[in-house]
């Protein structure tokens, strides 16, 4: 059968079209409708700290970030956005582009802020993308080196014996050093005076003047000064006892197993990220946690390098909304 004219020319012409495609695409001009997707990332990052300057999650967000520049030869700049007990900065991820290029390094507390703050409507579970949890560090209870406490028990015995007049410093209202000793004070059915700071500095200062005499302290910044006998130790929170204070007992050993709260620090984003961006920052956060330079400084932060995939992140905050909300409801704590 001969083929007419028109039908020669029409195949003629789909074979020009479709040899233009393809030499577009080897040439990374495909015309519209044909683009081949760009690898991740192409372009500087920007990465959203909801704390300020030199804090803990600012520190870790610069150390992950700096060796995920190396890794994928593209900047990975932090902007620290302070405010409304971490929510700004939260917010701020939230509402991005969910393109990969704004993520975030945040704190457990985005877990609790939208019980503390008025009116707020942010809800960690919905409004970000779990990427990847970073760090853990437990907390930790301790007394001045002078004070007379040594055990848990003789903090509750005393605190039976004089109601409200024991003072328990914290880092500032509604902050993971203040809820975890409202949760001490519920598990143990005693009355103490709240001293809230602005920061953990102060108040560990406070603590070993002995101003105030006891507090419950992230490891990261107690260790050293408990090695160097600043403080003095009295339990960890930790589902089991710590290499770094191996003769320190835990919560649970004193008698209050209820007692369990940690810092952790996680890299989200906004929601709706496409998976293949989701795959590429978990894989790239995961390479970063795994460089020993970065182990080595979280280890010496006093910390647990964490990682793991996305649904490590999601379930854990999923699990500490309820449990922190109803602590917050029950002790009616506030942020002022």
């Known amino acids: 059968m001969v083929s007419s004219p028109d039908s020669r020319a029409a195949r003629r012409s789909r074979r020009i079209a479709v040899a233009a495609i393809v030499a577009a695409a080897l040439a990374g001009t495909a015309p519209a409708g044909f683009a081949q997707p760009q690898t ?5 990052v920007r990465v959203v700290v909801n704390s300020a300057p030199g804090g803990l999650t ?22 620290n956005r302070t405010g409304g007990a971490g929510l ?58 002078d004070s007379p406490y040594r055990t848990v028990a003789q903090v509750v015995q005393d605190a039976k014996a004089r109601p409200a007049a024991i003072s328990v410093a914290s880092g500032g209202n509604a902050t993971t050093t203040h809820l975890t000793h409202e949760l001490f004070q519920q598990q143990a059915g ?11 500095g102060p108040a560990l200062n406070d603590v070993m003047a002995g101003h105030v005499p006891i507090y419950f302290d992230t490891l990261t910044t107690s260790t050293k000064l408990i090695q160097d006998k600043r ?21 649970a050993e004193a008698g209050y197993p209820g007692v369990q709260a ?52 999601s379930d ?21």
């Open 40 to 44: 991740y990332p192409a372009k500087p």
């Open 58 to 79: 600012d520190v870790i967000a610069r150390l992950v970030g700096a060796r995920m520049t190396m890794s994928t030869g593209q900047p990975f700049v932090v902007d």
């Open 88 to 145: 700004i900065g939260a917010e701020a991820v939230a509402r991005a582009a969910p393109d990969g290029y704004t993520i975030g390094v945040v704190a457990g507390a985005i877990t609790t802020a939208p019980y503390l703050v008025p009116n707020a409507q942010f809800d960690a579970s919905r409004d970000l993308t779990a990427v990847s949890l970073l760090m853990t560090t437990p907390m930790v209870l301790v007394t001045g080196n």
């Open 190 to 200: 005693i009355q103490l005076i709240h001293v809230p700071y602005k920061g953990g």
């Open 231 to 251: 403080v003095r130790a009295l339990a960890v929170v930790a589902p089991h006892r710590l290499a770094a204070l191996p003769d320190v007992p835990t919560m």
């Open 262 to 313: 940690s810092a952790w620090f996680a890299v989200v984003a906004p929601p709706a990220l496409p998976p293949a961006v989701l795959a590429r920052l978990n894989e790239e956060v995961s390479k970063a946690l795994a460089a020993p330079e970065v182990r080595d400084r979280i280890v010496a932060l006093g910390g647990t390098v964490e990682g793991g995939p996305p649904a490590v992140l």
């Open 316 to 336: 854990l905050i999923r699990a500490e909304m309820p449990r922190w909300s109803k602590l917050i409801k029950e002790r009616k704590i506030t942020s002022e």
